[in-house]
């Protein structure tokens, strides 16, 4: 999948499978977070007051996922009973689904002027990846704020 900034105002990506938009990731204004429609279903992504934890709740509310220890080195996903582990590679813009020690996906930005993301996360719903993604969006508009502060 592909992620590119639509406004240089606002942190929101149309995301593209193959070509096709799937969907629209909208940043939050007020809170860490944002949200996307998938399949006729809205979901939406908060944080903690810290940002160091994320969670994904759907139309009824109920939690799909969460995301423990954001803007760690090391920081997990928990979905569906699996546990996913992902690491910082870079500093300046790559995070790596992990198994064991071997790197097997990843988010990483692939144009710093526009804002464009690559999502490569083989074996996760896509639901699923865009939670990821929204949960790597936030913490990198988070990480540029405080540096630009």
């Known amino acids: 999948m592909e992620a590119r900034k639509t406004s240089v105002w606002r942190s929101r990506y149309s ?18 977070g944002g949200e996307f429609e998938l399949d006729g279903q809205r979901f939406q992504v908060r944080s903690n007051a810290w ?11 109920a939690m799909v996922a969460a995301a423990d220890r954001v803007g760690r080195k090391r920081w997990t996903v928990e ?5 996913y582990h992902f690491r910082r590679k870079s500093f300046w813009g790559e995070e790596e689904l992990i198994l064991g020690d071997t790197p097997v ?3 990483r930005k692939t144009s710093f002027w526009r ?25 990198w ?9």
Request: no cysteine.
């Open 51 to 61: 940002g160091n934890k994320y969670t994904m709740v759907d139309d009824a509310g």
């Open 115 to 139: 804002g464009d993301v690559a999502i490569e996360l083989p074996g996760l719903a896509t639901a699923l990846q865009l939670f990821v993604f929204g949960v790597v969006i936030s913490m």
């Open 105 to 107: 996906g990843s988010v």
């Open 15 to 32: 995301v593209t499978d193959r070509g096709r938009e799937i969907t629209v990731w909208d940043r939050s204004m007020w809170k860490s």
């Open 141 to 149: 508009d988070a990480q540029a704020a405080a540096a630009g502060s």
């Open 79 to 83: 979905a569906a009973g699996q546990t």
